[in-house]
């Protein structure tokens, strides 16, 4: 509804929360209480078990209440299940189920985080097609899990190879 460079996260909080409260009241989504040092730590453990370190809800180790002194996030609960996305340029390709993480979707300042926000931004933008660089391929599962959570159809997605020389 705006015109060019209106759009400003800050003027679009309660467009966001609107929708991060669906997925909370769905069951998709859910408070995250650990501090950053908390964090860090189920990292170390997870590296000293030589196992790659994934967030998820049912993990060992989450805080489950609030801790004095720490604000909150809100994760969103990816699917126990593979991910397939077709990219235009790379075809089929999946995420297998026990390769994602709960991703942060509220940061403690209230604020969304990117995968949220382009999520909403591209749905009611009316994007057709996302075009980036590969490099930014494993982020393309977790909008299209959030795009299936909310009701939304994804844009189609194209990942373009890294330029390596301008010539």
Not at 48 to 58: D, N, S
């Amino acid at each position: 509804g705006g015109a060019k460079n209106e759009y400003f996260q800050s003027m679009r909080l309660d467009l966001y929360n609107k929708h991060i409260e669906e997925l909370l009241q769905a069951g998709h989504a859910y408070p995250a209480y650990e501090s950053r040092e908390q964090i860090a730590a189920l990292r170390k453990e997870a590296e000293r078990a030589k196992r790659p370190f994934r967030y998820r809800r049912k993990m060992a180790g989450r805080v489950l209440e609030p801790q004095a002194g720490v604000e909150p996030v809100i994760r969103f609960e990816m699917p126990w299940r593979d991910i397939t996305v077709h990219d235009l340029i790379l075809g089929d390709v999946t995420v297998q189920s026990d390769e994602h993480d709960d991703i942060v979707i509220r940061k403690s300042d209230g604020f969304p985080t990117y995968h949220f926000a382009v999520v909403a931004d591209d749905h009611y933008m009316e994007i057709t097609h996302v075009l980036r660089a590969q490099e930014h391929l494993r982020n393309t599962f977790k909008h299209v899990a959030l795009y299936e959570c909310l009701g939304w159809t994804p844009p189609l997605h194209a990942h373009l190879p890294v330029v390596q020389n301008m010539d």
